[in-house]
């Protein structure tokens, strides 16, 4: 049974960083097509934030380009998501994601909080 399981989020200054990671069990992240992070903020919609293929390929929200890195560690077997520059706006429960065919696993998903 697949399982993603984040950790890493807090409550920061605007400015500041914060990393996220996701540790995956139950399968190698190798076997999943994709991983990514989606973030959703109180009364909006769910929206992925960056995404890694298998192949290493990456793309990224508008917003956080520039800011954001997605990074993947196979020996771990973890995905992580490297947060620079916050903003109050990144403010969000952030959700770790993994894709396998039709298969979509998800995180319990991690509080993220930008405030001064």
């Known amino acids: 049974q697949v399982q993603l399981v984040e950790s890493g989020g807090g409550l920061v200054q605007p400015g500041g960083s914060l990393r996220l990671s996701c540790a995956a069990s139950g399968s190698t992240i190798f076997s999943f097509n994709y991983m990514g992070w989606y973030r959703r903020a109180p009364g909006k919609e769910r929206e992925l934030v960056a995404r890694?293929?298998?192949?290493?390929?990456?793309n990224y929200y508008d917003s956080v380009k520039g800011r954001f890195t997605i990074s993947r560690d196979n020996a771990k077997n973890t995905v992580a998501l490297q947060m620079n520059s916050l903003e109050i706006e990144d403010t969000a429960v952030y959700y770790c994601n993994a894709g396998r065919g039709y298969s979509q696993y998800w995180g319990q998903g991690t509080q993220v909080t930008v405030s001064s």
């Open positions: 890694i293929t298998s192949g290493g390929s990456t």
